[in-house]
């Protein structure tokens, strides 16, 4: 009996707790290549790698995120790269006055990024309020990661520059 009590109190922790993890809200943008992608919903049922930076200065810091993340996620780049069945998206966020270079910025990525790395910027236009708040980015300056699963839910979440470290805890975050 105690057993079966025991057994049933974990139960009821391991469900509350899943049941705690913050959904994604809905973010839509269109990648370089004119492909409109509503996330979570288009990650079909993949772990997904969102990486958000609404500022330019944050764009700046991203952008040391770009090829080691690519290298391990996107393109398996390495002697010990792993499998992963993963979606990855680095999306710059254009908001308020920022909306202006929004088509500049496009033409500049579509000319000078290679096409397979077309595919996995994400361009967002629009209001950021729900994304400031339900995700805690206060810090315009900076870059912040997401890992969701494949329900969209946020299972990990990183923010600022790049470290080794930082990458390491992305990846320990996805399955094999």
């Not at 990650?43 to 995120?65: N, P, Q, V």
């Not at 870059?143 to 990846?171: M, S």
Request: hydrophobic fraction near 45%; glycine fraction near 6%; aromatic fraction near 12%.
């Amino acid at each position: 009996m105690k057993r079966t009590a025991l057994l049933a109190f974990v139960c009821s922790i391991v469900m509350t707790a899943s049941s705690q993890q913050a959904i994604f809200p809905v973010l839509t943008g269109e990648t370089p290549t004119g492909k409109h992608v509503d996330l979570p919903k288009d990650a079909k049922g993949k772990f997904t790698i969102l990486c958000l930076a609404f500022d330019k200065s944050a764009g700046e810091r991203l952008t040391a995120w770009f090829e080691p993340a690519y290298l391990r996620f996107v393109s398996k780049h390495g002697l010990f790269a792993a499998e992963y069945d993963v979606n990855v998206w680095f999306v710059p966020m254009f908001t308020g006055m920022d909306k202006a270079a929004y088509g500049p910025v496009m033409k500049k990525v579509q000319k000078s990024e290679a096409p397979e790395v077309l595919d996995h910027i994400l361009f967002f236009q629009g209001d950021i309020d729900v994304y400031v708040k339900e995700l805690d980015m206060t810090d315009k300056s900076k870059p912040y990661l997401f890992v969701l699963d494949a329900n969209g839910n946020i299972v990990h979440r990183t923010d600022g520059d790049f470290t080794d470290d930082k990458l390491d805890a992305i990846e320990e975050a996805l399955p094999l």
